[in-house]
């Protein structure tokens, strides 16, 4: 935590003051539920800017949250902190979900070249018809 502290210290006085108010005016509401994705809210028991029961929110707000995973005495800066467990469950959720979309995908391409298949030899047997009418 003292490496998340000194980042954040080495910030002006000035910009931390500006970003905490704009964050104190910030609304996630509308825009969190309308992520209709599937997620995984990460989040550090020691987090004393965005404490714990934020994330329990996060969680319950967005319509497709898989998973709240509590990173032990972490704080705020769990990429930082704890980059092992949180790139864990970054390549969980992208190997369960852009696999299953890349297979979604692929099968839309077949598809959608065995209908222009079909169409295309549908309108030649027409030409067909019509030059021989």
Do not use: N
């Not at 954040?8 to 910030?26: K, T």
């Not at 028991?45 to 995973?69: F, W």
């Not at 509590?70 to 800066?77: I, P």
Request: hydrophobic share 45%.
């Amino acid at each position: 935590m003292d490496q998340c502290s000194r980042i954040v210290h080495a910030c002006p006085r000035a910009a931390r003051v500006a970003w905490s108010r704009v964050l104190g005016e910030l609304d996630l509401d509308e825009g969190v539920r309308a992520l209709d994705v599937p997620t995984v809210v990460v989040a550090g028991t020691a987090d004393r800017l965005t404490p714990l029961v934020h994330a329990k929110r996060l969680a319950l707000d967005l319509p497709q949250c898989l998973e709240l995973v509590e990173l032990a005495g972490m704080g705020h800066m769990t990429p930082v902190e704890a980059p092992e467990a949180v790139t864990a469950k970054l390549r969980e959720l992208a190997a369960a979900y852009l696999t299953a979309a890349r297979a979604a995908d692929g099968a839309d391409t077949t598809q959608r070249t065995e209908t222009a298949q079909r169409t295309e030899t549908a309108q030649t047997a027409q030409t067909t018809k019509e030059k021989a009418a």
